[in-house]
């Protein structure tokens, strides 16, 4: 089991930037691959970001590209998604999420994840 506690969401406007982070507990994070998605309000979930076990290779929704960047560090056992510029359509629930992912095909799908956290909510105001 993996355990999977967001924070570092809040009230922003747009433009401004916010710092997620995703600290995990239980198994060795750095087996696993680490994803963010988002889902906002009558929407379904979407792939925002994901980063290989060892950090090498970032895959992001085009939506998002240049904008945010996802990174972790395994001696702390937490992943970040930095999120610049943001707009009133980046508001959402973040997830992370953390699976053991290997293709790059597989790293935007939600299904390919097997553990969750609970969520945290982002708000761009314009």
């Known amino acids: 089991q993996v355990q999977l506690v967001e924070s570092g969401g809040g009230l922003v406007q747009a433009g401004a930037s916010l710092r997620l982070s995703c600290a995990a507990s239980g198994r060795t994070f750095s087996n696993y691959a680490m994803g963010w998605f988002r889902q906002a309000p009558g929407k379904e979930r979407e792939f925002v970001a994901a980063?290989?076990?060892?950090?090498?290779?970032?895959y992001y929704a085009d939506s998002v590209k240049g904008r945010f960047t996802i990174s972790r560090d395994n001696a702390k056992n937490t992943v970040y998604l930095q999120m610049n510029s943001l707009k009133p359509e980046d508001t959402a629930v973040y997830y992370c999420?953390?699976?053991?992912?290997?293709?790059?095909?597989?790293?935007?799908?939600?299904?390919?994840?097997?553990?969750w956290g609970q969520g945290t909510q982002g708000t761009v105001s314009s």
């Open positions: 999420a953390a699976g053991r992912v290997s293709y790059p095909n597989n790293y935007g799908l939600a299904s390919k994840y097997d553990y």
């Open positions: 980063i290989s076990w060892s950090g090498t290779r970032t």
